[in-house]
């Protein structure tokens, strides 16, 4: 039987280099099964033009500013889940402490399978693939997906990585 975490990976002030997205390690997240029910989230929309983001920067500075001045952020653990609703919108869900004002808290419930990547965001159907395959071999299948996008570009740049974990509900 696989491991169930409960406890979304944190991090130490020796990861934040850049004052904006901290270290990622994916060791801390590849292979992995993570039980969110616990753990509440708030969830904002940006617009999309084929996947592409179009208002993503201003929408998640917005959304952060309003968790910080309800000091509902975690000092040392962040998780942002996007799940694409058609090609022209992306629901985005931030972790959370608690209730943010003006923003309705949401559970994401259910136990999901992680798979860590690391490359261009261009490749994300070929990683999609793996991911589909990876879950066939466990005798599962994928029946809903969120991306957490671990950095920005800048701070992908910076640390000379672009880690991108699927995170894939598994059969119940």
């Known amino acids: 039987m696989t491991h169930i975490h409960r406890i979304i990976p944190g ?10 997205c901290p270290v990622f390690h994916p060791e801390m997240y590849d292979n992995q099964v993570f039980d969110l029910s616990d753990y509440n989230f708030i969830q904002v929309s940006t617009l999309s033009f084929m996947y592409m983001p179009l208002n993503m920067d201003k929408v998640f500075t917005r959304t952060m500013e309003a968790i910080n001045l309800n000091k509902q952020a975690y000092d040392d653990r962040y998780l942002i889940l996007s799940k694409d609703i058609s090609p022209f919108k992306c629901n985005h869900y931030f972790l959370v402490k608690g209730d943010v004002e003006g923003y309705e808290t949401h559970k994401i419930k259910g136990q999901f399978y ?9 490749q994300i ?37 672009n880690y991108v974990v699927l995170f894939g509900k598994l059969d119940e």
């Open 11 to 20: 991090y130490t002030e020796a990861d934040n280099v850049t004052g904006c």
């Open 125 to 161: 159907s070929s990683w999609i693939k793996d991911f589909e395959n990876q879950l066939k071999a466990k005798n599962s299948t994928l029946k809903d997906m969120y991306v957490f996008y671990t950095t920005c570009p800048n701070c992908a740049k910076v640390y000379g990585h």
């Open 114 to 122: 992680t798979k860590v990547y690391d490359g261009e965001f261009k």
